[in-house]
Every structure is written in C-alpha cells, then in structure tokens.
C-alpha cells in the first residue's frame, strides 16, 4: 500500500474527528470548561465579566450565561470551596440573573426559590471578616425578601440596625426594608438618615412609584411613619405576601372642607346632587387588586388620574395614603388616603369599612391662596384573596 495515501487518509480522519470533537463541544457549551470554574480566582472573574454582560445587556440567555447557571445549579453550598468574596459575587449573581429572568419573563425551568434557597446557604457558615459579613447581610436581606421569609428577614435586620455604626448603603438597604417587617420607628430614624445623607432624596423616589406602580412609594412610607411609629410594630404575625382582588367597593358622600365658604357650599351641593337618591354609589372595580408585601400594602386611587396608594396593614386595618402632582403651568397636588377597619371574614373575602379622602390642593409658591378641598366619603370594600 502506498504510505502517501495511508498518510492522507490518517490526515483526513484526524481532521474529521477534529471537527466532530469541536461541534460536540458547541453542543455542550453549558457544561463545557466548568471544571476550571473550580478554581476561586477563576470563578470570580468569570463572574465579574458575566455580571457587567447581564446589567449592561439586561440578557441572560447567552451562551456563557447558561453555562456558569449550569455551574451554579451544582455547587454544593455546604461545602467551603470559595472565598466569601467569591460567594458574594455567586449570590450576586444568581440575584441579577433572576432579576432579568422575571423582567423579560424567561425565567428558567427551576423555580426562583430554589436557587434563592441555595443562595442563602452558599453565605451560611462562611468564615467572613467583620467587612464581609456586613456585604453578606446585604445580600441575605435582598434573598430573605424574594423568599418572603419573616424569619430570615427579621434576623439579618436586626443584626443590621444593631451595629454601631452603619454606613451609607446599609442604612438605605435597612430603609427599603423596616416598612415591609413594620418597623415603624425604624423607617422613621432611617429615612431621616437617608435624607440627610444627601445621596437620595425621598420626594425624587416619589415620581418613579408614580410611573412604575410596582415600585413600593418610600416617600409616602416615610411620611406615614411620622405617625405609624408612634402606634408600635406591625405584630410579626401580621406579616404577608398575598394578592386580593377587588369584589366590590361602594362610597357614600360624608363632608366637604373649604377655607372660602362660596367654593365649599357648591361642591357640597353638586355632590349631593350627584348622589341622586341612594346614599351609596357602587364604584367600578374592574381589574382592581390590593397587593400585599409583609406589613405594606399597595392600592391604587379612586380618581380619574390612576396613582398608587401605600401604607401599613396588620391584619385588622389599611391605612394607606398617596399623591400625585398636575399641571406644571399651575401645579395641583391631588392627595387620596383610606383609613378601613376589617368589618368581617367569609372564607377567603373579607369586608373593610371606613373613610376615603380625597383632597385638592394648588401648590404653587407664587398664590396667594391655595383653597385646599377637603372630600370626606364613607368606604365600603369587599377584597376576596387571590
């Protein structure tokens, strides 16, 4: 046999095998490589890279994504094979990767809580100094609170308000989530630091509640907790995470409040007008729902201009207030606030009685008179949960 083709019949095999190799390593690229993920210096650089690609490109479905999701799936948190800085930026991961997941709605098969469960053991018994273990808590009270769990979330608060001194980013972290455990005095204190820190301005959070109405409102949770901190604590018992739809919601006129006499007696006979002969008038509740997060619940407004109201709740009251600002030429504050108490409990509904306010009001520092309005109204709401 001639030895020049048995060489180029070797060489033709050699290359197709070198082909067949490459495509079944595209193939399996999420597991491709992982084994140097083994190494922490490694790890942590791959994670660093991947971190910037998901908060810059807001993607979680690249290829390298997938691959280290693939990785991360198999740790074994029990064991102490990274650093905790490392662990720090595999659960920031993890938070970011979910994140973008329920944004774009292409979260994974494997549920959200299973990974957040495996987060939260990935910083248990890691053997962190005093600077690490103050990042960790950061990052358990974010999981705690994709959990909805009280006792993670209270634990790792209560650690995190007893420090000496807190710096900047904990007491924001530890801001965002007093309201929601019903810590009351403490989202009184700690919203008094943020606005003297001077890196967030509460009024300017406002705004972004208004747009985004899933966005909890902390500077209508700070101006409630003036008052709420004075009454104590949301019991820890209290505490829920739950949806309630609207069943059904009935006003009936109650008062009327001017400062110029004229502008009150017309609005109270127009509105006594409008009630025509039934002291109650049904509202339409139509894709109307409460939301409840831990001790704060979410409503939206009864006027034509939808904004969301907040406020605590503890089981046998809701309080909730919210505003919103029209027309810059002349700037008008519409203010609406429900103050209910819970009536009574039929299997999954539950009936609120009480007081629905709504008040107008000019707020332009170039009048001379603002003639706030004052309408008070009689609320009865039925909320069956969901």
């Known amino acids: 046999m001639d030895f020049s083709y048995l060489s180029l019949f070797v060489g033709i095999l050699t290359v197709i095998a070198g082909v067949v190799y490459w495509y079944l390593q595209q193939q399996n690229a999420p597991l491709a490589g992982s084994r ?3 190494n922490d210096r490694v790890f942590a650089r791959v994670l660093l890279k991947s971190l910037r690609v998901l908060r810059g490109e807001q993607d979680a479905t690249a290829k390298q994504e997938q691959k280290i999701y693939s990785w991360i799936k198999r740790v074994n948190p029990t064991k102490n094979r990274y650093t905790p800085p490392t662990k720090a930026l595999c659960v920031k991961w993890i938070l970011s990767y979910h994140t973008i997941c329920n944004l774009y709605k292409n979260e994974p098969e494997n549920p959200q809580d299973k990974d957040m469960q495996k987060a939260w053991k990935l910083l248990e018994n890691t053997e962190a100094n005093e600077k690490e273990e103050r990042e960790l808590d950061l990052l358990r009270l974010d999981i705690g609170l994709r959990l909805k769990s009280k006792a993670k979330l209270t634990k790792t608060f209560d650690r995190v308000v007893s420090r000496r001194k807190m710096n900047e ?44 109405p899933e966005v909890l409102d902390y500077d209508v949770l700070y101006k409630l907790s003036a008052e709420e901190h004075k009454l104590g604590d949301t019991p820890l018992k209290s505490l829920a995470w739950k949806v309630c739809k609207y069943k059904s919601l009935h006003t009936a006129f109650k008062d009327v409040r001017c400062d110029d006499r004229q502008i009150e007696e017309n609005l109270r006979r127009n509105l006594k007008r409008n009630q025509s002969n039934k002291r109650w008038s049904q509202i339409p509740v139509d894709n109307c729902h409460m939301i409840q997060t831990g001790s704060v619940v979410q409503m939206m407004s009864l006027s034509a201009a939808k904004f969301p109201l907040v406020g605590p709740s503890d089981g046998s009251r809701i309080r909730v207030l919210g505003y919103m600002d029209m027309n810059p030429q002349d700037p008008v504050r519409l203010i609406e606030s429900y103050s209910l108490q819970l009536s009574k409990t039929i299997g999954k509904e539950t009936v609120w009685s009480g007081t629905y306010s709504l008040t ?27």
């Open 169 to 212: 980013q904990e007491i924001s972290v530890a801001f965002t989530v007093a309201p929601i455990l019903g810590r009351w005095k403490h989202t009184f204190n700690l919203g008094h630091l943020v606005m003297q820190a001077n890196n967030v301005s509460l009024p300017y959070i406002h705004p972004v509640a208004v747009e985004c």
């Open 36 to 38: 140097s993920f083994k």
């Open 360 to 386: 107008q009001e000019h707020i332009s520092p170039t009048r001379d008179s603002t003639h706030p309005v004052h309408i008070l109204y009689e609320m009865i709401l039925v909320l069956q949960e969901q």
